[in-house]
């Protein structure tokens, strides 16, 4: 079993930034970081492969980051430009299969997760 430990949500307002991590138990090949806003569908913002290729969703792109350190099995989001409708629980995601550009953003195919971090963007 792979555990996943989030931290770094909080409060910002409209044009901030904040970095959330998530700390994996083990190595895996692909982490991804998605999200729920209340009344909505859990989707996917963005993963990355061991190797460092990423994918992002299309309203993140240019604003978010991902990123690992493999030595810590840590995978980052650095979130610029924060907007209220980023506001959501952000909940890792980790899997053994490759994170390809047609299946990173399929929460079925993803195994473990976290227990999520809360983000809360203001106007």
């Known amino acids: 079993q792979v555990q996943l430990v989030e931290s770094g949500g909080g409060s910002v307002q409209s044009g901030g930034s904040l970095r959330l991590s998530c700390s994996a138990s083990q190595y895996t090949t692909c982490k991804a970081w998605f999200r729920q806003a209340p009344g909505k569908e859990r989707e996917g913002v963005a993963a990355i492969n061991s190797a460092g290729k990423t994918n992002y969703a299309d309203s993140v792109k240019d604003r978010f980051t991902i990123s690992l350190d493999n030595t810590k099995n840590t995978v980052y989001l650095q979130m610029n430009s924060l907007k209220p409708e980023d506001t959501a629980m952000y909940y890792c995601?980790?899997?053994?299969?490759?994170?390809?550009?047609?299946?990173?953003?399929?929460?079925?195919?993803?195994?473990?997760w976290g227990q999520g971090t809360q983000v809360t963007v203001s106007s």
């Open positions: 995601a980790a899997r053994y299969l490759y994170c390809s550009a047609s299946s990173w953003s399929s929460r079925p195919s993803f195994n473990y």
